[in-house]
Nanobody, 115 residues
Framework: QVQLLESGGGLVQAGGSLRLSCSAS????????TGWFRQAPGKEREFVIS??KTADSVKGRFTISRDNAKNTVYLQMNSLKPEDTAVYYC??????????????WGQGTQVTVSS
């Protein structure tokens, strides 16, 4: 079992930056595929980034990293735009976060970008 907890969301002006953290509990977390998704109001949840793939909408602006010693995955978001406003979710899966629905999800953290 893996439990995920996101933090770092908030309100930022367009052009600003935020770093989200996803802290995980559970053994062997470093062996899990991890990634980030987001859901904007009235829209379906969408994939944002993993260690093997980046959505076109965030390429060149968002990066993902991890610190296995801390069981934490990070999402660095730069040059934020109002359309990046969404609830951001961390996800983990034993195989892939890109196939089907990942097994484990955090509770989400709100990111709001003002224009």
């Amino acid at each position: 079992q893996v439990q995920l907890l996101e933090s770092g969301g908030g309100l930022v002006q367009a052009g600003g930056s935020l770093r989200l953290s996803c802290s995980a509990s559970g053994r062997a977390f470093s062996r899990y595929a991890t990634g980030w998704f987001r859901q904007a109001p009235g829209k379906e949840r969408e994939f944002v980034i993993s260690f093997s793939k980046t959505a076109d909408s965030v390429k060149g602006r968002f990066t993902i990293s991890r610190d296995n010693a801390k069981n934490t995955v990070y999402l660095q978001m730069n040059s934020l735009k109002p359309e990046d406003t969404a609830v951001y979710y961390c996800a983990a899966d034993p195989v892939s976060v890109r196939r089907g629905t990942p097994d484990y999800w955090g509770q989400g953290t709100q990111v709001t970008v003002s224009s």
